[in-house]
């Protein structure tokens, strides 16, 4: 767990980043995207109905009709995430400041901006169409499986932290990082999944700091443990070796 969790963009940054994306990509230079050429997207497409075959295996739904048609939802909105990737490189939003931190656009920032712009039908369809065939268990199972278990890792990170995570408290975390998981399935690589997670993050830190705690202090104490922790089993191991 990082010490702080600093936001890309207020939401009135973000509407004004995002009018200017929508602007930028009426006119994308041609050498600006990632052109696959035919083997390649084939051997793309193999690649993601297989990992989407994977995943749909992993829910052992014992459904050959469900398993096709979730099989297909989530491989077409694999293809569609890199797609839009390619089609709509960080070049196609303008460089320029945060107006959030008066600090630059990093290269993240915009293709965050970029991807966060696409059609929201295109996550709606994936969403409805798992929830028409999956129970909420199992659609949680193939949000997990895209954002390689974020969630948990980061709620587990949350309890070694904070002492005594009240269930108030843990519902309001939870509630958050689940929001970042479902917005993170529209990025297409971990760096871009983290940066969403990293917008839910700062959240919490905000919420624990209204909420009767200080999340510095607490990491400081959490980071001040772990050293202290390696240290005495380093020394033990010298002492064990000088014997």
């Not at 995430?81 to 990093?106: E, F, K």
């Not at 169409?129 to 659609?139: F, I, T």
């Not at 980061?154 to 519902?171: Q, R, W």
Request: hydrophobic content about 40%; glycine content about 4%.
């Amino acid at each position: 767990m990082r010490k702080s969790f600093k936001p890309l963009f207020t939401c009135v940054a973000a509407t004004l980043l995002l009018a200017g994306a929508t602007r930028a990509q009426t006119a994308v230079p041609a050498d600006a995207k990632t052109t696959m050429s035919p083997e390649a997207r084939a051997k793309s497409d193999q690649e993601t109905d297989k990992k989407a075959g994977e995943w749909v295996t992993s829910l052992a739904l014992n459904d050959a009709k469900k398993e096709a048609a979730v099989k297909d939802l989530i491989a077409t909105h694999l293809k569609t995430i890199r797609d839009w990737n390619n089609d709509h490189p960080y070049t196609t939003v303008p460089a320029g400041i945060n107006p959030a931190t008066g600090n630059p656009l990093t290269t993240l920032d915009r293709q965050v901006i970029a991807i966060s712009a696409m059609p929201k039908s295109i996550h709606e369809n994936l969403m409805t169409g798992l929830r028409q065939n999956l129970n909420e268990q199992q659609v949680e199972a193939i949000l997990d499986k895209y954002t390689i278990g974020k969630v948990a890792f980061t709620l587990n990170g949350y309890k070694a932290i904070v002492p005594n995570l009240t269930e108030p408290e843990e519902k309001v975390l939870v509630d958050n990082l689940k929001k970042a998981r479902e917005q993170a399935i529209d990025y297409k690589n971990m760096t871009q999944i983290s940066a969403i997670f990293e917008i839910y993050k700062t959240k919490n830190e905000q919420y624990l700091n209204t909420h009767g705690r200080n999340w510095h202090d607490m990491f400081k104490a959490y980071t001040d443990a772990v050293k202290a922790k390696k240290a005495a089993a380093k020394a033990a191991e010298a002492q064990k070796t000088a014997q």
